[in-house]
């Protein structure tokens, strides 16, 4: 792949699906101003004030939205670029299952930079001496990213995230690692339910098989 998350700002707003949580504010927003009709029926200066304050506030909330989203999506594309010029292999759409991942063993709240690891699918980056994973939540019917993060062999060959690779097995034809990210307490499993061909090729590779 020549070219990975190439869009810009407003074409990432024109393929990307709201997030669901948008939806229901959307819906909220058509209820609001029904009742905000039926109460300022007879006075409508009031109604169009209120439907303006309302439209402009979605409307800022809406691109805060999109703009944090875009964010962390383009971290993705700073680790391949920071790889680009290697050996890569890239795939997309990788299922997997995640297991023991505490949300509140968090150390910190408030770096966007720093995945959770609440995802149901990954996009992974396979460069000669690291294994680059972004996350993605597939939830009622729109997609919402995780920061990427390195998996670490060796020396860091990126600005992303970083975890290490604690011990990996094959079972049952699927193939689990389990990593520690310095920011969570606690360790946590990945069971990659898809493309373990190309996981278990790679974890060979580059790391001892203790299982």
């Known amino acids: 792949m020549s070219d990975f998350r190439p869009e810009t700002f407003i074409e990432f707003v024109r393929v990307t699906k709201p997030l ?3 939806k229901i504010i959307w819906v909220g927003a058509l209820f609001l101003s ?10 409508f200066d009031v109604f169009w004030n209120y439907l303006i304050f309302f439209t402009l506030a979605l409307m800022i909330q809406m691109f805060f939205t999109y703009w944090m989203t ?25 299922e997997v299952f995640i297991s023991g991942f505490d949300l509140f063993s968090k150390k ?16 992974l980056i396979f460069a000669e001496n690291s294994l680059i994973m972004l996350g993605k939540l597939s939830q009622f019917g729109a997609v919402s990213f995780a920061a990427p993060v390195e998996l670490l062999i060796s020396t860091p060959q990126t600005s992303a995230s970083k975890a290490k ?14 990593i520690k990210d310095d920011y969570y307490a606690t360790s946590f499993k990945i069971e990659f339910k898809s493309h373990q061909k190309e996981v278990k090729l790679w974890l060979l590779k580059h790391i001892k098989y203790t299982s």
């Not at 690779?165 to 389990?178: A, L, R, T």
């Open 20 to 22: 669901w949580f948008i």
């Open 34 to 43: 029904a009742i905000l009709f039926i109460g300022f029926k007879n006075n």
């Open 70 to 94: 875009y964010k962390i999506y383009n971290l993705g594309r700073k680790a391949f670029m920071q790889v680009k010029n290697r050996n890569l292999k890239i795939i997309v759409d990788v």
């Open 108 to 123: 910190t709240f408030f770096n966007i930079n720093k995945p959770i690891y609440d995802f149901n699918q990954v996009d």
């Open 165 to 178: 690779i604690i011990n990996w097995e094959e079972k049952n034809e699927k193939i689990s690692i389990e």
